[in-house]
Every structure is written in structure tokens, then in C-alpha cells.
């Protein structure tokens, strides 16, 4: 998808809070591939998760170094969501899996040396088109409603995760619409929260709380809520008070690739990101597309850049290094293109290790560090310091 913007419009974005049960799949499946690769640097692993009522599924192949209990991983995640009581709960639910342990010779290949030849002989194991993206709107230089949409979801898991934590679900939904003029977001439109809340509070309480939330999520923001803007709250929808998460909705791993990215104001390439070790060049290369793009706008040869990365199974180097900077380019698209593939290499043993994506699980802590991209984006995280939003080569490349 990608999003020819007129001067002026309103465009929405959304987030969601841990116990969304999608996002619980994703925590689930990251959570995994810190495990492994905590324990084993060189290991491969796909997991993917299912949630429903009562019932996770967990599917699983990796080749590996290392003894993880799944299913007691997942039991974790599910506590730490905020799920412990109630029709759906970390202990009581209900575990299926299916997992299959490959050779150990299928791990990864050492990577603590740069020859060309070995870094050109780790291809691509699949077909992807990825995309990244950046722009001027916000101090990270993401889209402004998919920012805005994280930190209103972040602020709702921070109050339900203080002292009195009982009144809010841990599945909530946050969508924030930024009317744009003269192509630039000029007010926050609209902020939308839909969660389930205690019946045992006046609605209007809850309503007046919610709002002081969110409008403190954007404290430190470019660009705050005003006197105009609209909250559009969404209360204990379609059922009661103890019916949410997984007892109300399934989930699935990946279902949830534009919070994951741009927030559908820009391109992706639609693949899920979790679940994923660094082998796999639709998530790995989706990092390095927007550590590309990022950087064109941070050297200012461009005020909106997407960067597409066409990897074809079996090859090393893309077949495609191509840049969009939708007219706000310093110089042409064409030379902005061969600029970032002079200086930067998309190959995928490359990108692995000049992010260091198989050595920062074991150094993450209790935390992890792929699971805690699984909520909030994995793009313009300030709160994280992820290799790919550094803007580092941002210098070279405007010589």
C-alpha cells in the first residue's frame, strides 16, 4: 500500500495495548526467538502462535543449541499481558503444540568473519519486498498518527500496570487521526480508545480518566491534543465486563503488520516481523530499509523517503535498491538509489551483523530484546536503542 498524500486530509492509525491477542501472539513468538538465540547465537527458529479462548497453539521449527520450554514461555507472556484470573488465564489455559527440532548443521554460520565470499554465500532464503520509510513529522521521524497511536497504547499499559490497576482491561485499542494541511499534520483530530473498564465506576469517571491518559501521552509531542479535539471512547462493547482478550477474540502471529510498521501511511511488505531468528530477510531487511531511509531524511537530502529492498530467493544482493522521496528529494531518486547502495550492504549476512541481530538477545536481559519490539512498533522506538534507528551513516552520505 502506499499513500499518494494530498495536501489536505485526515489520516488514522492504530495501536493496541499487550493483551490485545494478536499482539499477545507476536509477544509470544519474540519472546521465543530470545530464547533461542539467547542461549545459542547460531540458532534458527520460526514460531508462531494462535490464541483463543482458553487455548494457545504454538507451532515451532528451529535448529538449535539450547533447551527453551515453550509452552511455559508462553504461560509467562500471558501473566505479564495481565492475564491471571478471569475466563481467560495464564495458568488454566490450555497448550497445543507442535514442534519440530532440525538438524543441528542447519544453524547459522559463524559470523565473526567479513570475507565478501562468505557473506556473499548466505542468500536470501525466500522472496521479499520490503520497505521502509521515514519523514519529518516527528522528532523520530516517523508518520505522526501511527506515533501518536504508540503512545497513547503505551500510556494505557502504563495505568494499568500501576497501583490501581483493576478498572482496565489489558486489552485495549488506540487509534488517533491527524488532520494534515498543506501536506503537513497541523492538530490532532481525533483520539479513539476502545477498552473494556470495571462496570463498578461511573462511565463518566472512566471517560474523564481516559482522556487525562491520553492527552498526558503527548506531553513531550511536536504536536498536542486541543480544544477542538474529539475523544471518541468506546466502552465495554458487545459484552460484559468479564469477557476480553483471547475469550473474546483469537489472535494470530504477524496479523498486525501496519502497528508493526507505518501505520498503513506507508508501505510494507505485508510478511509478519515476529517470530522470526535473523536468517529471515523480510524481517531483517525491512530493518534495513528503514535504517536507509531514516538516514536520507536525518542528511536532509530528503523530506519523505521510502527505500524498496527486492530480495529474490537464492541471492545475496537484492536485485532492487530503489528510493521514493515523493518530490522532496535533494537530488534525484535514481542517484539517491545507487548513493545508499555505494555505502551501505543490504546483503543479508551483512545486515545481521552490522545490527548485531543474533548477539543483542543475550545481552537484552529479562526484558528480551525482539519480544519488546513485538508491542509498540519496531520503528521510532526512542525507548529502545535499536540499531537500525541509529543514524549513523547520515554524515557519509551527505558529503
Given at each position: 500500500?502506499?499513500?499518494?498524500?494530498?495536501?489536505?486530509?485526515?489520516?488514522?492509525?492504530?495501536?493496541?495495548?499487550?493483551?490485545?491477542?494478536?499482539?499477545?501472539?507476536?509477544?509470544?513468538?519474540?519472546?521465543?526467538?530470545?530464547?533461542?538465540?539467547?542461549?545459542?547465537?547460531?540458532?534458527?527458529?520460526?514460531?508462531?502462535?494462535?490464541?483463543?479462548?482458553?487455548?494457545?497453539?504454538?507451532?515451532?521449527?528451529?535448529?538449535?543449541?539450547?533447551?527453551?520450554?515453550?509452552?511455559?514461555?508462553?504461560?509467562?507472556?500471558?501473566?505479564?499481558?495481565?492475564?491471571?484470573?478471569?475466563?481467560?488465564?495464564?495458568?488454566?489455559?490450555?497448550?497445543?503444540?507442535?514442534?519440530?527440532?532440525?538438524?543441528?548443521?542447519?544453524?547459522?554460520?559463524?559470523?565473526?568473519?567479513?570475507?565478501?565470499?562468505?557473506?556473499?554465500?548466505?542468500?536470501?532464503?525466500?522472496?521479499?519486498?520490503?520497505?521502509?520509510y521515514a519523514c519529518r513529522e516527528t522528532p523520530e521521524l516517523m508518520p505522526a498518527p501511527i506515533s501518536f497511536a504508540h503512545r497513547v497504547a503505551r500510556a494505557l499499559d502504563e495505568e494499568r500496570r500501576g497501583a490501581d490497576a483493576g478498572w482496565l482491561s489489558p486489552d485495549?485499542?488506540?487509534?488517533?487521526?491527524?488532520?494534515?494541511?498543506?501536506?503537513?499534520?497541523?492538530?490532532?483530530?481525533?483520539?479513539?480508545?476502545?477498552?473494556?473498564?470495571?462496570?463498578?465506576?461511573?462511565?463518566?469517571?472512566?471517560?474523564?480518566?481516559?482522556?487525562?491518559?491520553?492527552?498526558?501521552?503527548?506531553?513531550?509531542?511536536?504536536?498536542?491534543?486541543?480544544?477542538?479535539?474529539?475523544?471518541?471512547?468506546?466502552?465495554?462493547?458487545?459484552?460484559?465486563?468479564?469477557?476480553e482478550g483471547p475469550a473474546r477474540h483469537a489472535g494470530l502471529t504477524g496479523r498486525k503488520n501496519g502497528i508493526d510498521t507505518y501505520g498503513e501511511y506507508a508501505r510494507h511488505s505485508g510478511a509478519a516481523l515476529s517470530g522470526k531468528d535473523p536468517s529471515r530477510v523480510d524481517?531483517?531487511?525491512?530493518?534495513?530499509?528503514?535504517?536507509?531511509?531514516?538516514?536520507?531524511?536525518?542528511?536532509?537530502?530528503?523530506?519523505?523517503?521510502?527505500?524498496?529492498?527486492?530480495?529474490?530467493?537464492?541471492?545475496?544482493?537484492?536485485?532492487?535498491?530503489?528510493?521514493?522521496?515523493?518530490?522532496?528529494?535533494?537530488?534525484?531518486?535514481?542517484?539517491?538509489?545507487?548513493?545508499?547502495?555505494?555505502?551501505?550492504?543490504?546483503?543479508?549476512?551483512?545486515?545481521?551483523?552490522?545490527?548485531?541481530?543474533?548477539?543483542?538477545?543475550?545481552?537484552?536481559?529479562?526484558?528480551?530484546?525482539?519480544?519488546?519490539?513485538?508491542?509498540?512498533?519496531?520503528?521510532?522506538?526512542?525507548?529502545?536503542?535499536?540499531?537500525?534507528?541509529?543514524t549513523d551513516v547520515a554524515e557519509t552520505l551527505a558529503r
Amino acid at each position: 500500500m502506499r499513500v499518494e498524500m494530498v495536501p489536505d486530509m485526515i489520516f488514522t492509525s492504530e495501536s493496541v495495548t499487550a493483551g490485545h491477542p494478536d499482539k499477545l501472539c507476536d509477544q509470544i513468538s519474540d519472546a521465543a526467538i530470545d530464547a533461542f538465540l539467547g542461549q545459542d547465537a547460531a540458532a534458527r527458529a520460526i514460531v508462531e502462535c494462535a490464541i483463543a479462548s482458553g487455548v494457545i497453539f504454538l507451532a515451532a521449527r528451529f535448529a538449535a543449541e539450547a533447551d527453551v520450554d515453550l509452552p511455559t514461555l508462553a504461560r509467562k507472556v500471558v501473566a505479564e499481558a495481565g492475564y491471571v484470573e478471569g475466563r481467560f488465564d495464564a495458568r488454566r489455559c490450555s497448550i497445543l503444540s507442535s514442534f519440530t527440532e532440525l538438524p543441528a548443521d542447519l544453524r547459522a554460520p559463524p559470523s565473526d568473519r567479513d570475507e565478501d565470499a562468505e557473506i556473499e554465500s548466505v542468500v536470501a532464503q525466500d522472496q521479499a519486498n520490503v520497505f521502509g520509510y521515514a519523514c519529518r513529522e516527528t522528532p523520530e521521524l516517523m508518520p505522526a498518527p501511527i506515533s501518536f497511536a504508540h503512545r497513547v497504547a503505551r500510556a494505557l499499559d502504563e495505568e494499568r500496570r500501576g497501583a490501581d490497576a483493576g478498572w482496565l482491561s489489558p486489552d485495549a485499542k488506540t487509534q488517533v487521526s491527524v488532520q494534515y494541511r498543506g501536506g503537513e499534520p497541523a492538530r490532532v483530530h481525533t483520539i479513539s480508545i476502545a477498552a473494556v473498564v470495571s462496570p463498578e465506576q461511573r462511565r463518566a469517571e472512566l471517560e474523564e480518566r481516559l482522556r487525562l491518559i491520553a492527552t498526558r501521552a503527548f506531553d513531550e509531542s511536536p504536536l498536542r491534543p486541543d480544544a477542538a479535539t474529539e475523544f471518541n471512547l468506546i466502552l465495554n462493547p458487545r459484552a460484559p465486563f468479564d469477557v476480553e482478550g483471547p475469550a473474546r477474540h483469537a489472535g494470530l502471529t504477524g496479523r498486525k503488520n501496519g502497528i508493526d510498521t507505518y501505520g498503513e501511511y506507508a508501505r510494507h511488505s505485508g510478511a509478519a516481523l515476529s517470530g522470526k531468528d535473523p536468517s529471515r530477510v523480510d524481517r531483517i531487511g525491512a530493518y534495513a530499509a528503514r535504517h536507509a531511509a531514516k538516514n536520507i531524511v536525518a542528511a536532509r537530502l530528503a523530506e519523505r523517503c521510502e527505500v524498496h529492498l527486492g530480495y529474490a530467493i537464492g541471492r545475496a544482493r537484492p536485485l532492487s535498491v530503489a528510493v521514493e522521496t515523493f518530490g522532496t528529494g535533494a537530488m534525484p531518486d535514481p542517484e539517491l538509489a545507487r548513493l545508499i547502495e555505494q555505502r551501505l550492504d543490504f546483503r543479508p549476512a551483512a545486515v545481521e551483523r552490522r545490527f548485531a541481530l543474533r548477539t543483542l538477545p543475550s545481552q537484552a536481559g529479562p526484558a528480551g530484546f525482539y519480544r519488546r519490539l513485538a508491542l509498540y512498533g519496531h520503528f521510532g522506538r526512542a525507548d529502545l536503542d535499536l540499531p537500525w534507528e541509529a543514524t549513523d551513516v547520515a554524515e557519509t552520505l551527505a558529503r
